[in-house]
């Protein structure tokens, strides 16, 4: 079974600092990933995937991936912070060929003016 | 705009009923998941249908139900309401055939928010 680790549920970054959320995932085989992004009282939209190919993934709004196989990770970041990017990130993950996600638990991303 | 159509919006009901969410699929999507936010658990899957058939489920109660009609919209059923069933939930959408190796991403609605009081 695949699982999803999120480390901090809550991170806060002045504007214009650098934005890294971590996740790491478990799976037997490279799974597909995926970060997600939810504004307060809207649905998840996607910011990036990772399926194939290159391990370094560019998403909306700034924000990029990287895939590491050995560390088992995808950390979310961004050069620097706005005020708009304040909202709650969750990280998922799909075996191949499924779109059946695990998310992790999410992580609320405070930008300090 | 997801292109995927939750209502209604907010639902407030009493233990023991039963409710129905309704869900209108992005248009061409031919998967529809169903996903609960609650703030213990987080998201987490409850069942996926593909073109009216299901195809798998996840941590889904005997008590809740769903289906996806010829149209393509789904609808999730939750009967004998208990209080914990209190949360968020949301029906995403896909083009994706199951099974095959496809890129094409999920899109969300903006949920139901249920409450049981």
């Given at each position: 079974a695949q699982s999803v680790t999120q480390l901090g549920s809550h991170v806060s970054v002045s504007e214009g600092a650098l934005v890294l959320l971590r996740c790491n995932y478990s799976s037997s085989v490279p799974p597909y990933l995926f970060w997600y992004v939810q504004y307060p009282n809207q649905g998840l939209q996607l910011l990036l995937k990772y399926t194939t190919g290159a391990t370094l993934v560019k998403g909306i709004n700034g924000f990029e991936a990287e895939f590491k196989k050995s560390e088992t990770s995808f950390h979310l970041t961004k050069p620097s912070a706005h005020m708009s990017d304040a909202a709650e990130y969750f990280c998922a993950s799909a075996g191949?060929?499924?779109?059946?996600l695990t998310f992790g638990k999410g992580t609320k991303l405070s930008v300090i003016p | 705009d997801s292109g995927v159509t939750q209502t209604p919006k907010h639902l407030i009901t009493a233990t023991g009923q039963r409710v129905t969410l309704r869900c209108s699929p992005r248009s061409g999507d031919l998967s529809v998941y169903w996903y609960q936010q609650s703030l213990d658990q987080g998201l987490q899957f409850l069942i996926q249908y593909y073109n009216g058939e299901e195809r798998a489920k996840g941590?889904?109660?005997?008590?809740f139900s769903a289906q996806q009609f010829p149209d393509l919209h789904s609808e999730l059923n939750l009967s004998?309401?208990?209080?914990?069933?209190?949360a968020l939930y949301f029906c995403a959408s896909s083009v994706a055939l199951p099974?095959?190796?496809?890129n094409s991403p999920l899109h969300f609605g903006n949920g139901t928010r249920l409450t049981v009081t």
């Amino acid at each position: 079974a695949q699982s999803v680790t999120q480390l901090g549920s809550h991170v806060s970054v002045s504007e214009g600092a650098l934005v890294l959320l971590r996740c790491n995932y478990s799976s037997s085989v490279p799974p597909y990933l995926f970060w997600y992004v939810q504004y307060p009282n809207q649905g998840l939209q996607l910011l990036l995937k990772y399926t194939t190919g290159a391990t370094l993934v560019k998403g909306i709004n700034g924000f990029e991936a990287e895939f590491k196989k050995s560390e088992t990770s995808f950390h979310l970041t961004k050069p620097s912070a706005h005020m708009s990017d304040a909202a709650e990130y969750f990280c998922a993950s799909a075996g191949a060929g499924s779109y059946q996600l695990t998310f992790g638990k999410g992580t609320k991303l405070s930008v300090i003016p | 705009d997801s292109g995927v159509t939750q209502t209604p919006k907010h639902l407030i009901t009493a233990t023991g009923q039963r409710v129905t969410l309704r869900c209108s699929p992005r248009s061409g999507d031919l998967s529809v998941y169903w996903y609960q936010q609650s703030l213990d658990q987080g998201l987490q899957f409850l069942i996926q249908y593909y073109n009216g058939e299901e195809r798998a489920k996840g941590n889904i109660l005997e008590r809740f139900s769903a289906q996806q009609f010829p149209d393509l919209h789904s609808e999730l059923n939750l009967s004998s309401l208990e209080l914990g069933d209190s949360a968020l939930y949301f029906c995403a959408s896909s083009v994706a055939l199951p099974g095959t190796e496809d890129n094409s991403p999920l899109h969300f609605g903006n949920g139901t928010r249920l409450t049981v009081t």
